[in-house]
Nanobody
Framework: QVQLQESGGGSVQSGGSLRLSCAASGYTFSGRCMGWFRQAPGKERERVITFDRYGSTTSADSVRGRFTVSLDNGKRTMYLQMNSLKPEDTAMYYC???????????????WGQGTQVTVSS
C-alpha cells in the first residue's frame, strides 16, 4: 500500500527555519512526480514545490529563494527545507505523489496526512 508520512512541522517565529520530511513506502520511489503542497485556513490548496516526471522542480513564487526540496533515495524520503519563514507560510503542509509517474494526467493521487506549520510574527 502506498503511504506518505509527513513529519517535522511545528511552531516557529518569523525568520526561523523548519525541515519537513516525507517518508514514502509501498511503491517504487523515483523522486519524480511528487512534491509539497500547503493549505491555509479559508484558502485553496497550493503547490509549494514539486518534481515533475523529468526531475525538474516547480516552485511557488511565494517560496522561491526560501524553500528548497531535496531527496534521499536510499531513505525513500523527500525533504522541504524552509528558511526565512513568514507568518503567511502558516498552513497544513502535505506531500503528494502521482502513481504511475508516467501518467499524462497532471493529478496527484496519493497524499500524506499533513503536518502543521505555524509561523508567528
Amino acid at each position: 500500500q502506498v503511504q506518505l508520512q509527513e513529519s517535522g512541522g511545528g511552531s516557529v517565529q518569523s525568520g526561523g527555519s523548519l525541515r519537513l520530511s516525507c517518508a514514502a513506502s509501498g511503491y517504487t520511489f523515483s523522486g519524480r512526480c511528487m512534491g509539497w503542497f500547503r493549505q491555509a485556513p479559508g484558502k485553496e490548496r497550493e503547490r509549494v514545490i514539486t518534481f515533475d516526471r523529468y526531475g525538474s522542480t516547480t516552485s511557488a513564487d511565494s517560496v522561491r529563494g526560501r524553500f528548497t526540496v531535496s531527496l534521499d533515495n536510499g531513505k525513500r524520503t523527500m525533504y522541504l527545507q524552509m528558511n526565512s519563514l513568514k507568518p503567511e507560510d502558516t498552513a497544513m503542509y502535505y506531500c503528494a505523489t502521482r502513481i504511475p509517474c508516467s501518467s499524462i494526467q497532471n493529478l496527484y493521487n496519493y497524499w500524506g496526512q499533513g503536518t502543521q506549520v505555524t509561523v508567528s510574527s
